[in-house]
């Protein structure tokens, strides 16, 4: 399994992003390889379609990529506090490396802080 972050997702779903083509490209090499993301990362992606009253197209577009939401696990919490006091990551970005974690998946993302972060906290990083 691949987990995506908002900044990969973002970029898919806006063609004038500037890492619109990175995306692309790195999402038709990830193959047959499953694709999630946690709830909290979808929200923040679908934002920005939501404003511009195109909410419906951007899960269709998720849905047709075929990314699998990824819940947060109930007992959550100390996992994404200890992440945070470790990493001094934002909050969101500490749910989708917890979620990587937890399905000891690869991480895509296009945020050079965030891999790095994941990287030392033993996530894989998925070839961007």
Known sequence: MIVLDASVLIAHLDAHDAHHDRAQAALAASGSEELGASSITLAECLVGPARAG????????LRELGVGELPLAADSATALAQLRAQTSLRLPDCCIVECARRTRASLLTFDDRLAKRAADVGVKLATA
């Open 54 to 61: 195109r909410l419906d197209r951007a899960l269709t577009a």
